[in-house]
């Protein structure tokens, strides 16, 4: 292997040193000195003047002037001023001077050189040996070197912050499956503790249990990571994941990373979390069934009874009792489409109320009344106690919040079944209570009460869209208020709504 100037130069000066401490002829030093691809001068006596220099030194001197013999000042070509003294300070104290990386100037151009200068014996006194070695070279590949590295660097944190600033998560496996990296959006959702992310990926497969949308569960080969290991692509997967007690629905895509020889190297994954939409398309489908279903009875009763119409136009009686039939299947069908709409507004904020102090005490009698002939109002029992604020709140949409938790009410409870409606004073405000004596709601089911489209079980003859109570809490949380449940299956049920006193609000 070849040697650089600069590892000649760091050993021919201390070999030179010794040539001249042992007193080797002159003729050798010549030799030495003329041999060597090192610049080496020797400078002697206080004026510091050039007593031997070889060829490769000649080339760093003025052009003009031989050096032999001239002080080191006049054939330098630098000017720098701090060298002198420096050299000075060498010859004194015998410290020898090292300098890795000297610019000089040549030609318009600056050349880079590694310098060293120590006292030597020489001709009965004392004499300065100058080496210098140049490292343009070196130093021009070391700064590519690091501009290079610096520009991966630069390049590396950029794909870093793109990587990381994809919204889904991106996991990188090697060959045996074990995890490379994984972006800020894989690290969040899988929440992997360092020791969890370096098993292979049949342990970290035991840990989760994946399902194929028809509901199979999936086995380890089959996965879009082992299938991209195999040199697979993998593209738009639906997947139902549980892990960690939660289950979620992903979308994911793999495909393999192969090296330079197309070998595979190993693989890349990237999954996105479609539970909300998985849930949206979800309920769409139920909308869509509950819809098609529920407004079909109305219908097909209208369809019927008009039939009936044609056959018997001349029967008065039957024509009344008929036309009714049609005319309160006509109303549940305006009351689903009317569920809908209001549902749509209020998920949107759509849906504008109109504040104004209201007297319960004065409205809820008054709505009763209203009810006649909708409700079975004679089962409701109404009690309101005496110094009851007035609330904040819109008439019209008290109304519809009074009608739904009638309606639940009288709905959950025997046919003869009492249910009781309280307005009362509340720390928070005044509360509307509706309390019935039916069958109850499942501990299971009490969470889920006020969700869309949810029906309770034990409903005798369960009508609507499943809208009314969900509604009931949108509305409700519009006025700033809250509204809860309480129930024990066979025994009743009991909600509570609690809007802004209007006095609490000035």
Wanted: aromatic share 4%; with cysteine.
């Amino acid at each position: 292997m070849g040697t650089t100037g600069e590892d000649s130069g760091r050993r021919l000066v201390p070999a030179l040193g010794d040539i001249l401490r042992n007193g080797i002829s002159v003729s050798m030093l010549e030799a030495v000195f003329d041999a060597s691809p090192v610049a080496l001068m020797l400078l002697v006596g206080p004026e510091l003047v050039v007593d031997h220099v070889n060829v490769a030194c000649r080339a760093l001197t003025r052009p003009d002037v031989d050096p032999v013999g001239q002080r080191f000042a006049d054939v330098w070509p630098t000017g720098d001023p701090v060298v002198v003294p420096a050299l000075h300070n060498v010859l004194a104290t015998g410290a020898a001077l090292c300098v890795d990386d000297y610019v000089v100037p040549f030609a318009g151009v600056s050349r880079r050189f590694s310098v060293q200068v120590k006292r030597v014996p020489w001709r009965r006194g004392l004499a300065l040996l100058l080496s210098a070695w140049e490292t343009s070279e070196a130093w021009e590949a070391r700064l590519a070197a690091e501009q290079a590295a610096e520009a991966a660097l630069r390049r590396a944190g950029e794909l870093d912050a793109a990587v990381n600033a994809i919204a889904d998560g991106l996991i990188l496996y090697d060959r045996s499956g074990e995890i490379v990296r994984m972006n800020e959006t894989a690290t969040r959702r899988l929440g992997y503790a360092p020791d969890e992310a370096s098993p292979d990926l049949a342990e970290r497969f035991g840990a989760l249990r994946v399902y194929t949308p028809d509901g199979r569960l999936m086995r380890l080969e089959e996965t879009p990571v082992a299938r991209a290991l195999r040199g697979e692509t993998v593209r738009s997967l639906h997947l139902r994941v549980e892990y960690r007690g939660e289950s979620v629905w992903v979308l994911a895509s793999a495909a393999p990373v192969r090296g330079p020889d197309l070998s595979i190297v190993g693989a890349v994954l990237t999954f996105s979390d479609e539970t909300a939409l998985h849930e949206m398309e979800q309920a769409r489908d139920d909308l869509v069934r509950m819809i098609s279903h529920d407004l079909r009875t109305p219908l097909n009763a209208i369809f019927n009874q008009a039939h009936l119409l044609r056959r018997h136009p001349e029967d008065a009686p039957r024509v009344e009792a008929r036309t009714n039939a049609i005319l309160k299947s006509c109303e549940r069908m305006s009351s689903m489409i009317q569920d809908l709409v209001e549902a749509t507004l209020l998920e949107d904020r759509q849906l504008h109320l109109s504040l104004e102090p209201v007297d319960l005490a004065e409205l809820v009698p008054e709505l009763l009344e209203r009810f006649r002939g909708a409700l079975d109002t004679d089962r409701v029992k109404l009690v309101v106690h005496s110094d009851v604020p007035r609330a904040q709140a819109d008439p019209q949409r008290l109304e519809r919040i009074v009608l739904n938790l009638l309606t639940n009410a009288l709905k959950y409870s025997p046919p003869q079944g009492e249910v009781t409606l309280e307005v009362a004073a509340d720390p928070e405000g005044v509360a509307i209570v509706v309390t019935d004596r039916g069958v109850g709601i499942a501990p299971e089911d009490v969470p889920h009460v006020f969700e869309r489209f949810f029906r309770a079980r034990g409903a005798r003859q369960p009508e609507g869209l499943g809208l009314g109570l969900y509604i009931t809490r949108l509305l409700v949380q519009a006025h700033g208020g809250r509204v809860d449940v309480s129930s024990q299956l066979g025994q009743g049920s009991t909600f509570r709504v609690v809007l802004p006193a209007a006095a609490a609000l000035h």
